[in-house]
Structures are given as structure tokens and as C-alpha cells.
T-cell receptor, first 116, second 108 residues
């Protein structure tokens, strides 16, 4: 199956700083990627759809100025949490649809963000 | 996308088959049934998907009722490593909407 990686796997930062999370499709190209957030003991919530070469589409209630998404190439999407606060502490996961005529989504391993 | 209903939790004995039910009574004709699982602190892992016919792969089997209003994921020989939250999702487009899933605990 297709492989999606994320970097870093975990990050701790101070309140007010910005954090960038990378999502890469390792063996396939992805014009679209998705970013999810998962709080402890909760399910995944879709935050935004990242589109290569164009603006991201954000889900209702997600602040686009706080969660900056850039999809500069066919294998890389980045999520930047700007001016992070403790309530932004969460597990951030990206996914990308596989190729070969399948709609199957492949997920990255996730990034654990802790804001102090 | 159609809403799904799954039991919140279930236990399974190691080496036995695990049958995970999912209700999707409002599914429409072009919506697929997808199953993913999430092991603690990892990203979700794709298991299997189907439209009408039953499907089988190296991980599991998917049984979809004839009216497509429910399905069952079968893990044929559960191992301790199958302990995870299992999500049943129906969808037509790329977006996946995750419900609460079923927490499956495989016991030795």
C-alpha cells in the first residue's frame, strides 16, 4: 500500500510559538491531502483539505489563519499551527488518497503536539 | 455521507474470529463501506472496503447484507496486535467522517 510519513512524530513548544508539521507521500503523488485532529479519547475530526497549487479548504469552525496549510508539491503538505496555545495540544494526522483508481485513504503515523 | 452505528466495545479471545457489526441503514447506492482501525497513538490503518459484494483480503473479510443496510467485518484469527479501535465509514468522495468506532480488545 501507499506510504505516508509525518514529521516530527512529536513536538513540545511554548505557548505563542508556531509549529510546522510535514506530511509526505513517499511512493506516490497526491494532489489532495487531508489534515485531521484527534483529542484524547475522541475520534478523528477533519480539519481541512489541502490542494496542491491552490488554497486549502477548511471545515466549519476551523480557523484558517491559525492553521496554515501549504501544499507546494505533489508529495508534500505542511500544517503550521500559529501562535499555539495549550488548547491546540492534540494528535494531528494527515492522509492522502492512493493511486491506481482507488479512493482508499492512507494515513500518516500522526504528530503529537504539546503546547506548554 | 451516511451515518454509521457501531457497538462501543467488544472483547475477543485470541485465536478466535472477531465479528464487528456496523449499521448503515441510510446508505445510498453509490456509497462504499470502508473499514479502518487505529491502534493506540498511531494513524488509522486501512483494512478493507466494498460496495455490494463480499470482499476478502489478507487482513479481513467484509460481509455486506443484500440490502446494504449493514455489514460485518470479520478478523478470522484475532491476535493481541488486533487490539484497536475499528471504524466503519460509508462515503462517496475522498472525505472520511469518523464516528466513535468499536474498541476491540483481544484477550489471551
Amino acid at each position: 500500500g501507499a506510504v505516508v510519513s509525518q514529521h516530527p512524530s512529536w513536538v513540545i513548544c511554548k505557548s505563542g510559538t508556531s509549529v510546522k508539521i510535514e506530511c509526505r507521500s513517499l511512493d506516490f503523488q497526491a494532489t489532495t491531502m487531508f489534515w485531521y485532529r484527534q483529542f484524547p479519547k475522541q475520534s478523528l475530526m477533519l480539519m481541512a483539505t489541502s490542494n496542491e497549487g491552490s488554497k486549502a479548504t477548511y471545515e466549519q469552525g476551523v480557523e484558517k489563519d491559525k492553521f496554515l496549510i501549504n501544499h507546494a508539491s505533489l508529495t508534500l503538505s505542511t500544517l503550521t499551527v500559529t501562535s499555539a496555545h495549550p488548547e491546540d495540544s492534540s494528535f494531528y494526522i494527515c492522509s492522502a488518497p492512493g493511486t491506481g483508481g482507488t479512493d482508499t485513504q492512507y494515513f500518516g503515523p500522526g504528530t503529537r503536539l504539546t503546547v506548554l | 455521507d451516511a451515518k454509521t452505528t457501531q457497538p462501543p466495545s467488544m472483547d475477543c479471545a485470541e485465536g478466535r474470529a472477531a465479528n464487528l457489526p456496523c449499521n448503515h441503514s441510510t446508505i445510498s447506492g453509490n456509497e462504499y463501506v470502508y473499514w479502518y482501525r487505529q491502534i493506540h497513538s498511531q494513524g488509522p490503518q486501512y483494512i478493507i472496503h466494498g460496495l455490494k459484494n463480499n470482499e476478502t483480503n489478507e487482513m479481513a473479510s467484509l460481509i455486506i447484507t443484500e440490502d446494504r443496510k449493514s455489514s460485518t467485518l470479520i478478523l478470522p484469527h484475532a491476535t493481541l496486535r488486533d487490539t484497536a479501535v475499528y471504524y466503519c465509514i460509508v462515503r462517496t468522495i475522498y472525505k472520511l467522517s469518523f464516528g466513535a468506532g468499536t474498541t476491540v480488545t483481544v484477550r489471551a
